[in-house]
């Protein structure tokens, strides 16, 4: 039985996440991670074979984190609580994970997307579509499908927790905890607002 690779997979997404969150997309190389761990370059060729396969594998470990966590609180039974809890999620997650979430706030496009193998755009596009799927049975739930009230729960859950956590992270500063309880008031607003 050989014994584990000192420089794994994990090892190496983890160095490219802080690699990003201090110097954005174009510090990811794979000499860089590579001298993060500590690595012979070699390592990190023999995981990834070239860096849009590094930043792809990146994207889609970082975003199937996140989106693990969302998932859970919107499919919460009763769509009052997953859009309060949704909101609260994300800012949460972000304040916990501050070098993945930069991850997410830099983009697919900024992480060299089209650049991709077709089944990393695959395995993103399966990501992307839990999350639509659920945030569309979500709306559904709230009994109102029309045009405002799918703005109003898309603003709850997506853009509103979205804004706080760009705001703090491109200002380098570190997500507050009042931060999620902003996001909660704010969607138990909007949902009031419907009332």
């Known amino acids: 039985m050989g014994r584990p690779p000192k420089h794994d997979a994990d090892r190496l997404l983890d160095a490219a996440a802080e690699l990003l969150a201090e110097g954005g997309p174009a510090a990811v190389t794979m000499s860089a991670v590579a001298k993060a761990v500590g690595a012979p ?32 609180v919107l499919t919460i039974e009763n769509p009052e609580e997953a859009i309060r809890r949704s909101a609260r999620a994300t800012l949460d997650w972000a304040r916990r994970n501050p070098r993945e979430a930069a991850v997410l706030l830099a983009g697919a496009r900024e992480l060299g997307e089209r650049d991709w193998s077709r089944q990393a755009h695959k395995d993103t596009a399966l990501l992307d579509a839990a999350i639509q799927d659920a945030l569309t049975e979500l709306i559904a739930r709230t009994g109102d499908t029309g045009a405002a009230a799918t703005d109003r729960v898309l603003l709850a859950v997506v853009d509103l927790p979205y804004a706080l956590v760009r705001r703090y992270l491109r200002a380098g500063q570190q997500i507050p905890r009042h931060a999620a309880d902003l996001a909660e008031q704010a969607a138990a607003a909007l949902l009031g607002a419907a009332d």
Request: aromatic letters at 12%; proline letters at 6%.
């Open 41 to 72: 370059s070699g390592s990190v060729y023999h995981r990834f074979p070239d860096r849009p396969a590094l930043l792809a594998a990146l994207w889609s470990r970082t975003l199937r984190h996140f989106h693990d966590e969302l998932l859970a």
